[in-house]
């Protein structure tokens, strides 16, 4: 019998990990949870006949939903491992309260709309929670606009009820769509990588601003930031502009390129977005290079990603390389000053 720690099959696709496993073999949660083959096994039959047989599964997700375990989540939820004891419980309640009682609209869509199966219905909480665990302030406000989570079978289906490009969010809805394989997307090696949710998490925060606020458009704002907050986005947005202006000016790196790509300085809603995925995913390097953006972002949700995440490197690596080939920038409509 092998037993399948978690740290090594968390990211593998359940499947496969189904496949090449003996009979006898079972799957460990943590020191004290474990399941069997004929659990795993279920768990996989479950998935494929929610979410369809083309949605390839992490066998965490699989561990998650046969045992109810949260920490079988933490390979999803970084900040699972690091939350200590009433943290972890402050992080269970909120998930149980968005998770239960629906107070979000989170649909799937495939040949017809049906409220979301468990594993995307986690996928959706648990990220919201994640970031938001200490400000479930920021949290419940976001509730009161309404946001809808609509997740689709497949890209026949996204394209089908309008959804365009790798993800997207439509303000006037206030409505995410994405296919279910981006959910999952960047989860397949032990560190999470991309993660297009997080992205038009971005944009839906900023459309949530709007409603709270009863502005006319977007501007690229989260929901309940104070004064020294917005202060310090402001500030620190600005040098990475200047960064980005000069770019488009001299058509090389003078003294330091941006963080993000290109693509993020295009509007001031691309600029949320794409700064408020990096500063879950790759918050070191964010750090080190921004540390007037960071601090306020640290500062808005009240704890440091830092602390529990190690940086996924894809995004500042391809951005770097993107300004040292001196490649043509894009337009910019950003209006700070
Ligand atoms: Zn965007």
Same mark, same amino acid.
């Given at each position: 019998m092998t037993i399948h720690a978690y740290r090594d099959v968390a990211h593998l696709d359940a499947t496969k990990s189904l496949?090449?496993?003996?009979?006898?073999?079972?799957?460990?949660?943590h020191p004290h949870c474990s399941i069997d083959r004929d659990t795993f096994r279920l768990g996989v039959t479950a998935i494929q006949s929610d979410l369809g047989e083309?949605?390839?599964?992490?066998?965490?997700?699989?561990?998650?939903?046969?045992?109810?375990?949260?920490?079988?989540?933490?390979?999803?939820?970084?900040i699972i491992g690091w939350l200590d004891g009433p943290g972890r419980e402050r992080w269970a309640h909120l998930y149980a309260t968005y998770l239960v009682d629906f107070p979000l609209r989170i649909e799937f869509i495939d040949r017809e709309r049906r409220p979301a199966p468990l594993a995307v219905r986690t996928m959706v909480v648990g990220q919201l929670v994640s970031c938001f665990v200490y400000r479930p302030d920021v949290l419940a406000a976001?509730?009161?606009?309404?946001?809808?989570?609509?997740?689709?079978?497949?890209n026949r289906t996204y394209t089908r009820v309008g959804g365009v490009g790798g993800g997207c969010y439509d303000e006037t809805a206030h409505q995410m769509i994405l296919e279910v394989s981006r959910l999952f997307e960047g989860y397949w090696q032990p560190t999470p990588g991309v993660s297009p949710f997080l992205h038009e998490l971005g944009h839906m925060l900023d459309g949530a601003q709007r409603r709270l606020t009863h502005g006319h458009a977007? %501007?690229?704002?989260l929901p309940a930031m104070?004064?020294?907050?917005?202060?310090?986005?402001?500030? =620190?947005? &600005?040098?990475?502009?200047?960064?980005?202006?000069?770019?488009?000016e001299v058509g090389i790196v003078v003294d330091s390129a941006p963080l993000g790509h290109p693509y993020v300085f295009q509007t001031d809603g691309e600029f949320l977005a794409g700064y408020w995925e990096m500063f879950w995913r790759n918050p070191h390097a964010f750090a080190a290079h921004s540390p007037?953006?960071?601090?306020?972002?640290?500062?808005? %949700?009240?704890?440091?990603?830092?602390?529990?995440?190690?940086?996924?490197?894809?995004?500042?690596? =391809?951005? &770097?390389?993107?300004?040292?080939?001196g490649e043509r920038a894009w337009a910019s409509q950003i209006r700070i000053s």
């Amino acid at each position: 019998m092998t037993i399948h720690a978690y740290r090594d099959v968390a990211h593998l696709d359940a499947t496969k990990s189904l496949r090449a496993a003996a009979q006898e073999d079972r799957w460990e949660v943590h020191p004290h949870c474990s399941i069997d083959r004929d659990t795993f096994r279920l768990g996989v039959t479950a998935i494929q006949s929610d979410l369809g047989e083309g949605c390839a599964m992490q066998a965490a997700m699989v561990l998650y939903l046969q045992s109810k375990e949260l920490s079988a989540l933490r390979h999803f939820f970084p900040i699972i491992g690091w939350l200590d004891g009433p943290g972890r419980e402050r992080w269970a309640h909120l998930y149980a309260t968005y998770l239960v009682d629906f107070p979000l609209r989170i649909e799937f869509i495939d040949r017809e709309r049906r409220p979301a199966p468990l594993a995307v219905r986690t996928m959706v909480v648990g990220q919201l929670v994640s970031c938001f665990v200490y400000r479930p302030d920021v949290l419940a406000a976001f509730r009161t606009t309404q946001p809808t989570f609509s997740i689709c079978a497949d890209n026949r289906t996204y394209t089908r009820v309008g959804g365009v490009g790798g993800g997207c969010y439509d303000e006037t809805a206030h409505q995410m769509i994405l296919e279910v394989s981006r959910l999952f997307e960047g989860y397949w090696q032990p560190t999470p990588g991309v993660s297009p949710f997080l992205h038009e998490l971005g944009h839906m925060l900023d459309g949530a601003q709007r409603r709270l606020t009863h502005g006319h458009a977007c %501007v690229g704002e989260l929901p309940a930031m104070d004064d020294v907050q917005r202060l310090a986005w402001q500030s =620190g947005k &600005r040098v990475e502009v200047q960064h980005y202006r000069r770019y488009q000016e001299v058509g090389i790196v003078v003294d330091s390129a941006p963080l993000g790509h290109p693509y993020v300085f295009q509007t001031d809603g691309e600029f949320l977005a794409g700064y408020w995925e990096m500063f879950w995913r790759n918050p070191h390097a964010f750090a080190a290079h921004s540390p007037v953006l960071y601090a306020g972002l640290v500062s808005y %949700v009240e704890h440091d990603p830092r602390v529990y995440t190690t940086d996924y490197s894809g995004y500042v690596t =391809g951005n &770097r390389a993107f300004y040292a080939r001196g490649e043509r920038a894009w337009a910019s409509q950003i209006r700070i000053s």
